[in-house]
């Protein structure tokens, strides 16, 4: 398989685009958003990853079993994340209570 | 008493015949798969045992149809057993309205157990036939788990986190009780008996006991006044705090819109963690008694905040939900 | 195995060896991606628990040495893409510069974080018995302008209102700041020892069109490590700093 | 025997110790895996012979719940996730792929160096102080309250998990990239595919619990928190992260074995595999759906109903492929030409003994049963029918399978006879009245026990010293047949796989020309080159061919 260059340009207009990723997320930071300062935050840094992957790591022009194992590094975090959440966030009691013991130790 | 060598501990518990129904129900599914699978290999492997040293099989490389079926029929079954499984258990994990609580305390190596009146049994519970018996449990170490092998119920002690289970004798006797989450040393030996009593036995048995003075209840509302909860929990709900009266069991409306059922848990963490959860109408005010409280206390605290519930509900102050209170 | 010139003997040509290693290196990231994955887990499920914690301990972290290292970072990600493209395009100077601007880069991003971590230190943020999360509140001199400490010290009270044992669930935000950042940082390690030996070899002119295999795969990790970080940032750094 | 072999290609200590065949790697395998069998072996020896009586008079109850988690650390993290993969994987993937050797010839014998500093770790815990928190490391017992020696122990494990990650990498690069011309993805054997997803778990499962053992680590060093609901964590959220990996590290341990059960099945019936797309995408299904399903172990932990439902959903459906497998390796016999030797008796004693830990299986994911079976003893038998009866069944066969392939030559058939069934009959009395003590409601973990459970635990302690002595057979002959056994001669049963190509032992580059695939798997149809045709070959391949 013939390996595919990629040419400085892109290199540096995906720094750019980088560059401004990171500028957004800091303004972002500073807005109240609620519940969605998380989700620009990650939605962010995921579109930055997602170019270096592509990009800076020539996932776009590497063989498909490339692309799979990428695909399932991310699947599997996934799996984690979201399976373990299910049973935290339907819980009727979230977050945890700390024993009064627990506090005593705490303050040793 | 049972034989030498007994196949099934004994049914004294509402969920033991359930539990016993569906172990047959799945013993006899896996043994009709178990039997089949080895009859077909026994066989085979008699009748086709080879006879010539050249001798080849006859290559044949699989059947779509017979795959097709040895998926589709084992899934049904096995959602079958799904089924039915999840209908048990969320019985298990859903308290009937009407309990008798038993708050337990799991520490390394013995149970504290105490009955509503205030009672208290070590590494011996007491309860009466034919009620709904809940067990509140919380842990002061390591993780325990409370098991009764005659009631087919068991459920983790978990620190820092109340965990509750509920069953209903059925019969009157003496019944092991283990601890089943390993928790170090004396594991083995964390354990007792539940006596299952007649209610007028248990009854008697309560009476019997110079429990009064150690009434949670009683014990709450000394501490009520001691730790000055009085001063804002007003009960006719002009306080700085939301009454308690009726509290326990209602919905609740908070500051953020939400509503949060006012069980064990909450006032638990409304008590530790006061300001996690504000009460609609009022400021976050409450100091936390993180540290100041025994859980013995908090136990009392809860039971004497329950026992408000009997108590006429007064005027509705702000924030407090019709058929419902406020807390704090 | 036996070598026989590039080429070693379990392989059959130099572009089967090529791809070989290339993927390797991509199954270990994947790998990668999960071993930080139980510390974000962690991160998640203690976040939720406690909003106000993090919150409070995520704004007494400096943004700008956060930004300026995601900044730095960065560059020497595009500097690690450049060497490989000067690699493959027979460059052989232009590679051996690359790495180096890469490794210098590297350099100043654990200097930073020497800095932040000394810091940390100092405002009694480490956990264990010395910990204190309103330290710098209380010893307002440490602060960098005492104005910005007393509004600092302000959101502390309001935190402590929400989370009474704000002290203790802060220490969990700094036992994970400190796992995911340190962990972050032995990578950087790792990658900087490895940035040393390309330059070692590619001094000697060895990466060429024909073979640029190390440079092309430790630039894989390098851009991992590059990716790690740019969760991190938003992560550790961002929380709540809108309050 | 060929002139020249891996064996005696080069000599010397050091030509071991800095091997890079894969094939010599193998052996320093087996060689330390079986050191860590027999030192679990003890710990279990200890445990049934303290168990004969309710009181238990042999040891502390410190000493006893040391026992059971060595042994179990030992068995699971040293003995059987390694064990068909690091020695069996390793030797065969290479031959059976028509490869000269792994992708990573450096980093294979890295990993075996790995598992040796990690083992020693482990083994410096158990001198020291020994471990007493179970294998399951539940915080906060592990972090907090243990007195045992948990530090170096957590940090052995933690090593050791990437020589299981390196070990699965170089199985995933070599089955991608380094198969000979012709061997297509669906003409790898069976044993391939199994080895394929395994490694999957070996790549995704392990470094989460090599993160998660060092979090209980640094809480336990450094009085941190992440677990410890004292200081604001939450032990539940260890739990989640252990059993993430765990579970599915039983399907490390089950799939190679499967892989083994699917090689010998076919030879033996001399015939092609019954569904072979199939048995390798069952193998594949296992894999990802074993990750779905890890809180079926938290049923009872205050664990959300919803995600209880969730997961024991989702541990129904990963029950589907295994059956998939029993099925065709059933059908797999029928209209064979089935021989009676050793490995088909292991085989077939593996299907029996998986076939009763699958489907005991069923009642655990169940919900409502759970209630009352988890933390039991039916859960000790369960799993042990899956590991012991599964796994080591399967590990002991393939042994047998490979054998005259590894070392060139037979074992005496007749004592290898005796010695499976003597496994099958040991193992079925030690662990089958477990089962009957768990839904006695006897829990998990207990020094001493209620005097009514005697009866079965004094069956399962004469059980478990039959078993004792199923183990120490095979030992003796095999070693015994390595300089006394007759010459094998390279395809003695005879088999179709690329392995069985070439010289027993094979020389160090596996093959004298690169092999090109031009059958299908499993395939009896070219007589002439099996040694099929009439007169050639005598029945018994006991007597070897040269």
Not at chain 1, 28 to 43: E, F, H, K, M, S
Not at chain 4, 140 to 167: D, E, K, Q, R, W
Not at chain 4, 221 to 226: I, K, T, Y
Not at chain 4, 434 to 450: D, E, T
Request: proline share 6%.
């Amino acid at each position: 398989m013939s390996e595919h260059i990629v040419s400085p340009k892109i290199y540096l207009a995906i720094f750019g685009t980088l560059m401004l990723g990171t500028f957004l997320t800091v303004v972002a930071a500073y807005r109240d958003l609620g519940q969605w300062n998380i989700v620009v935050a990650l939605a962010i840094a995921t579109f930055k990853a997602t170019l270096v992957v592509l990009y800076f790591m020539h996932a776009r022009y590497s063989p498909k079993r490339t692309q799979l194992v990428v695909i399932c590094a991310v699947f599997w975090l996934a799996i984690m994340l979201a399976l373990t959440l299910s049973d935290y966030t339907t819980r009727q009691h979230e977050g945890r209570i700390i024993t009064p013991s627990a506090a005593h130790s705490l303050s040793v | 008493m049972q034989s030498q060598l007994p196949l099934y501990p004994e049914q004294a518990s509402n969920f033991a015949p359930h539990v016993d129904a569906l172990m047959i129900f799945i013993i006899a599914v896996c043994l009709f798969f178990a039997v089949a699978v080895t009859a077909a290999v026994v066989i085979f492997f008699f009748k086709y045992q080879r006879k010539h040293p050249d001798e080849v099989g006859v290559p044949i490389h699989g059947d779509m149809r017979l795959e097709t079926a040895w998926m589709v029929v084992p899934l049904v079954l096995a959602l079958a057993m799904f089924g039915w499984g999840a209908v048990v258990y969320v019985d298990f994990r859903n308290t009937p309205q009407e309990t008798l609580d038993i708050y337990v305390i799991g520490k390394q190596w013995m149970w504290k157990l105490q009955q509503p009146n205030g009672m208290r049994e070590i590494n011996e519970l007491h309860v009466p036939v034919g009620r709904n018996i809940r067990l509140i449990m919380a842990s002061e170490d390591v993780i325990h788990d409370f098991f009764v092998p005659a009631f087919r119920v068991k459920m983790d002690v978990v620190p820092g986190h109340y965990n509750t289970m509920w069953f209903r004798p059925t019969k009157a006797g003496r019944y092991h009780f283990f601890c089943a989450q390993y928790c170090g040393t004396n594991h083995a030996v964390m354990g007792g008996w539940v006596t299952v009593m007649e209610p007028s036995d248990y009854a008697a048995w309560l009476s019997g006991s110079s429990g009064a003075d150690a009434n949670p209840v009683v014990a709450g509302e000394k501490l009520f006044a001691e730790k000055a909860c009085i001063t804002c929990h007003f009960s006719n709900g002009t306080g700085r705090a939301p009454s308690l009266n009726g509290v326990y069991g209602g919905q609740v409306g908070l500051a953020d819109g939400s509503t949060v059922t006012a069980d064990e848990s909450y006032i638990r963490e409304s008590i530790l963690v006061p300001n996690a959860k504000i009460v609609r109408g009022y400021q976050p005010v409450m100091p936390t008694f993180q540290g100041q409280l025994t859980e013995e206390q908090i136990m009392a605290l809860t039971a004497y905040i329950k026992s408000l519930q009997s108590q006429p509900v007064p005027a509705t102050g702000a924030g407090v939900l019709p058929a419902a209170a406020g807390k704090k | 195995m036996h070598r026989t010139g590039e080429l070693y003997g379990q392989f059959e040509t130099l572009e089967q060896q090529k791809d070989t290693a290339s993927f390797g290196m991509w199954v270990f990231l994947a790998q990668e991606v999960l071993f930080f994955g139980g510390l974000f887990m962690a991160y998640t499920v203690n976040r939720r628990a406690y909003p106000w914690a993090f919150g409070a301990g995520s704004s007494t972290l400096d943004l700008t040495l956060g930004g300026a290292n995601t900044v730095v970072l960065i560059l020497s990600s595009l500097t690690m893409a450049m060497s490989v493209w000067a690699a493959q395009v027979g460059k052989k100077r232009l590679v051996t510069w690359m790495l180096i601007a890469t490794l210098g880069l590297g350099t100043v991003f654990l200097g930073v974080k020497v800095v932040e971590y000394k810091q940390k230190f100092d405002h009694h943020l480490i956990p264990g018995h010395g910990f204190d999360i309103r330290y710098v509140s209380q010893h307002p001199e440490l602060a960098k302008n005492p104005e910005e400490a007393a509004k600092e010290a302000e959101e502390l009270d309001k935190a402590f209102a929400k989370d009474p044992d704000l002290n203790a669930h802060a220490q969990l935000y700094f036992s994970l700041y400190f796992g995911m950042t340190g962990l972050h940082a032995l990578h950087m390690i790792v990658g900087a020892g490895l940035l040393l030996w390309l330059i070692a070899e590619s001094i000697g002119g060895r990466y060429t069109p024909k073979y640029n295999t190390p440079v092309e795969t430790v630039g894989l990790y390098w851009h991992f490590v590059d990716i790690v970080w740019i969760y991190l940032f938003p992560l550790l750094y961002l929380i709540d700093r809108h309050n | 025997m060929p002139r020249e072999h891996y064996l005696n290609a080069t000599y010397g200590i050091r030509s071991w110790l800095l091997t890079t065949d894969h094939k010599r790697i193998a052996l320093l395998y087996l060689a330390s895996v079986t050191f860590f069998f027999f030192v679990g072996g003890m710990f279990a020896t200890m445990i049934r012979i303290h168990l004969l009586t309710p009181n238990g008079y042999l040891v502390s109850p410190e000493t006893y719940n040391k026992l059971f988690t060595m042994h179990g650390v030992a068995m699971i993290f040293f003995f059987l996730i390694p064990s068909i993969p690091a020695v069996l994987g390793n030797f065969l993937i290479p031959l059976m792929i028509g490869a000269k050797d792994l992708a990573f010839p450096k980093i294979n014998l890295l990993s075996w160096y790995i598992y040796l500093v990690g083992g020693s770790f482990v083994l410096y815990s158990f001198a020291t102080g020994g471990l007493d928190t179970g294998w399951t490391f539940y915080t906060p017992l592990s972090s907090v309250y243990s007195n045992s020696a948990v530090t170096p122990a957590v940090i052995g494990i933690f090593i050791n998990g990437f020589s299981s990650i390196l070990t699965g990498l170089n199985f995933i690069v070599t089955i991608h990239t380094m198969r000979a011309p012709g061997m297509t993805w669906f003409r790898l054997p069976l044993f391939v595919w199994a080895h394929y997803a395994t490694s999957i778990i070996f790549i995704l499962g392990t470094p989460v619990i090599a993160i998660t053992l060092l979090l209980a680590g640094l809480e336990r060093m450094f009085h941190l928190g992440f677990f410890n609901p004292a200081l604001g964590g939450d032990p539940i959220l260890f739990q989640h992260l252990f059993w993430f990996y765990s579970h599915p590290a039983v399907y490390i341990m089950i799939l190679p074995a499967m892989g083994v059960i699917s090689e010998i099945i076919p030879t033996f019936a001399r015939k092609p595999i019954f569904g072979y797309a199939f048995i390798a995408g069952s193998s594949i299904a296992i894999a990802v759906i074993g990750f779905f399903v890890w809180a079926h172990h938290m049923f009872l932990t205050g664990e959300s109903t919803f995600a209880a439902l969730a997961f024991s959903f989702l541990s129904y459906l990963v029950a589907i492929p295994s059956a998939v497998k029993v099925f065709n390796w059933a059908s797999t016999l029928y209209k064979g030409s089935i021989a009676w030797d050793t490995p088909m008796l292991y085989a077939m004693g593996f299907i029996g003994l998986f076939l009763i830990g699958g489907l005991t299986g069923l009642f655990l994911a169940c919900l409502g049963l759970d209630i009352h079976l988890h933390d039991t003893y039916f859960v000790v038998a369960h799993f042990h029918y899956i590991m012991v009866g599964g796994a080591v069944m399967g590990y002991v066969g393939g042994l047998h399978f490979w054998w005259p392939k590894i070392t060139g030559k037979l074992y005496p058939e007749f004592l290898a006879r005796v010695a499976a069934v003597t496994l099958f009959i040991g193992f079925n009395l030690t662990f089958f009245p477990q089962f009957i003590l768990g839904y006695l409601g006897m829990p998990r973990r207990y020094h001493n026990y209620p005097p009514e459970f005697q009866v079965l635990n004094v069956m399962s302690t004469a059980g478990a010293s039959i078993l004792a002595l199923g183990y120490l057979l095979p030992m003796v002959y095999l070693i015994w047949s390595m300089r006394y056994g007759q010459v094998a001669g390279p395809n003695p049963w005879p088999a179709t796989g690329l392995e069985w190509k070439t010289d027993s032992p094979p020389l160090t580059e596996n093959f004298h020309v690169t092999p090109e695939v031009t059958w299908e798997p499993y395939d009896f149809k070219n007589r002439q080159d099996l040694g099929l045709v009439a007169g050639t070959r005598p029945l018994a391949p006991a007597h070897g061919d040269d």
